[in-house]
């Protein structure tokens, strides 16, 4: 009947166990052969991805590591864990088959496992991908299916990663509204999780969508917010932002406000290396900001000079700015033939590049400037900007077709986990009741022979440490009995003896006289030797406790005794010094992550001070979950009757300090 209880508790246990393994998706129980094979892809991943070796070799360990796969039988979800990770790298390669042909495998598998995070993030890669190559709806799509698992997940930071691109994504299709508040929406969480540069981008972008809607003053309280948030030495971004508020005080006609701002992109150190078509905007920019505020300057030589630069670079869209920004000049020159040809020129460039926005630009310069042919001009303008808006419209009920689909796609993979589920769920419950009673009864087969064994060496550690405590004890009585002999008994004969001779001295016996001082100090000198011996045990059991288990956890230790007391302390007090330390040496290799670690004893007023110091993590003190470690360490703190002092901080790592009352007179 004692038993009973023992029994459901390890049939539950059994049972949860069986289950964990049976229904966790996001991990599953890997055996010795996949992690061999694990070894092996995770060369060829690392390989695939090293930046250090030339695309073709990081292209072949792609392939290897693929080959690798199809080949090996695997754990499911080491497989899937690979393949999602191969995928990412040939989308880093722009391996655009194997990409592919990786992430539908991707997909496959984590729908068959339920993975829902691996299924998230194939995803967002195919998001990646559709979004670098143009097809700005096909990433909609699977940028919107990724948000929808990770918020399923309740993943707030990637969810907000992914809010972040489909804000990026809906303003390149002007959907400025949704773009807007997903922007909000994940600047919220950035902010919360305390991510300064994501936040600063959130910022960005919202400062560019109001821009693009003409709000140019909301759009520079958010770009000067986004500088509150970003590194003072990342000069790249402060650059970036600093043309675009330039760019703005330029729509405003602001163009002082402008030129401080271009100036000030510009004086960061190494920005035509690090980003050259930056750099030459802003160079660009500013030449024609100073034109337009009469600064006396070579705008247009400027100008022309960076029209090669940008043509050397493949800045098409750069280009086209230039030609408009020469043919507005020429216009103001009254110089009309070339203020056409530039912006003639500029339209045909954004016709062939597809660039609507710039071809809207060109035929509005081209209204301006070619009187003769302004009516023609402005009907092909009005023609492309109805098509844009209807094709703004159409992309707009697109997107909300889209958002209605995803929802209905989550809601269907819910239903199928939760069959899923409930499927291994029955399968496992039926082989726990089958199993239950034999694992039981090899359980606590088990369980009793541990308990025996813990119980045989917790007495032949108790009986040793009393051994111990004797031979201790012996050791010092005889060295005290020595130490007191050869001071008190020996050296005071000797004293008589020399004193006697000083009274009757003459110059034969000086030389006697001077023999039996030495005499007496060589033999004071062994007797405050072996007292020394004999009250420096503890530290030097200290020692040798430090060396014998920091040692070979690599951890660094050193050892100060200034305490010249140790006499007087007796063995209670010095065996729990020891086990305190023990104890709290044990806690610095489980928890700490410390590389260094000093142990100090010393003298204050009448009391032995012991300080135990590590520079590892750390932990907050008034933690309600205290472990056993720091239990044993009060109690044994207590049972002396000192007092204990812990100081520690996350990142700060750890000071114990252990006042112990000592008489020292």
Known sequence: MKRTPILYITIIFIVFEILNISCTNESRYINSNDLEHSDSLSFFLKQSRNPSIDNKNRQFALYQGINYLDNKRLNDSIRSFYIIKLSYSAYLLKDINSFNNLIENSIQHSIRLSDTLTLAKAYKYKGYLYDDVGLKLESFINFSKSYKLYEKKNDLLNSAKILYRLSLVQLDLHQYNEAENDSYEALTIFDDFHEKKKTANCYTLLGSINHDIKNHDIAIKYYNQSKEYINELDSLHLSTINNNIGVVYSSKNEYLKAIINFKDALNYVGLVNSNPKLYIKLSDNLAFAKFKANIKNNSIEDIKENYLFKQNINDTAGVIANRLYLS???????????????????????????????????????????????????????????????????????????????????????????????????????????????????????????????????????????????????????NDNISKELHDNILSKIFGVRYNLELYSNDKSIKYINTLKEIELEIRDISHEMKKRIDSDISKATKTLLDEMLSSYRINSNHYDDFEYWNIVNDKIKINIYRIIQESLMNIIKHAKSRNVVVKYYSSENNLILEIIDDGIGFVTDSKNKGIGLINIKERAKEIDALLEIISSPNNGTKIFLKIPINVN
């Open 328 to 478: 507005e000049i020429f216009e103001d020159k009254k110089n009309h033939t070339e203020a056409t040809d530039k912006a003639k020129n500029a339209l045909l460039l954004s016709t062939k590049s597809n660039n609507n926005i710039l071809r809207l630009k060109s035929l509005k310069q081209l209204i301006d400037v070619d009187t003769l042919n302004a009516k023609m001009y402005s009907n092909m303008y009005l023609s492309l900007k109805d098509s844009i808006d209807i094709n703004d419209r159409k992309v707009r009920n697109k997107l909300g077709r889209i958002r209605m689909e995803t929802d209905q796609y989550i809601s269907k993979s819910e239903v199928l986990e939760k069959k899923n589920y409930w499927l291994i769920f029955a399968v496992a419950t039926l082989f726990v009741l089958i199993g239950a009673i034999y694992l039981y009864s090899k359980q606590r087969i088990i369980l009793d022979r541990i308990l025996k064994e813990n119980e045989l060496n917790e007495k032949i550690q108790n009986l040793l440490a009393k051994e111990k405590i004797n031979i201790n004890k012996a050791r010092k009585s005889v």
